[in-house]
């Protein structure tokens, strides 16, 4: 577990690179998106186990219609309050596989 002020923002820091700005920002949005995609598919199958028949709420079809969109509306908060990390982990892959594609069509163009 990262502790320390300095290890957190070393942790939350991109990586270097040479794509642009715009670019790295679209990326780590990507990557945010993707966590919230992962994070509303975890809550759909958590609030799946519960017994809405017998909840506060009384159950019913009311209930499993609006259960949906309150997974989705958890999932999001959780992913913009920063998520469990996924997309800090896959947002260095997502850079490499960017700078790989520039270089290649660099390269290319090199070559005409």
Same mark, same amino acid.
């Given at each position: 577990?990262?502790?320390?002020?300095?290890?957190?923002?070393?942790?939350?820091?991109?990586?270097?690179?040479?794509?642009?700005?715009?670019?790295?920002?679209?990326?780590?949005?990507?990557?945010?998106?993707?966590?919230?995609?992962?994070?509303?598919?975890?809550?759909?199958?958590?609030?799946?186990?519960?017994?809405?028949?017998?909840? %506060?709420? /009384?159950? +019913?079809?009311?209930?499993?219609?609006?259960?949906?969109?309150? =997974?989705? $509306?958890? &999932?999001?908060?959780? #992913?913009? %309050?920063? /998520?469990? +990390?996924?997309?800090?982990?896959?947002?260095?892959?997502?850079? =490499?596989? $960017?700078? &790989?594609?520039?270089? #290649?069509?660099?390269?290319?163009?090199?070559?005409?």
């Amino acid at each position: 577990m990262i502790t320390s002020s300095f290890a957190l923002a070393a942790y939350r820091s991109d990586p270097p690179t040479s794509l642009s700005s715009a670019k790295l920002g679209q990326l780590r949005e990507q990557a945010k998106e993707l966590e919230g995609v992962f994070l509303n598919t975890l809550m759909k199958e958590m609030f799946a186990s519960l017994k809405t028949d017998q909840s %506060a709420f /009384g159950g +019913g079809f009311g209930e499993e219609t609006w259960r949906g969109m309150q =997974a989705e $509306q958890f &999932a999001d908060a959780m #992913a913009e %309050a920063g /998520g469990i +990390g996924i997309a800090q982990s896959i947002l260095p892959d997502l850079i =490499a596989a $960017q700078e &790989a594609a520039q270089n #290649a069509t660099n390269a290319r163009g090199a070559k005409q």
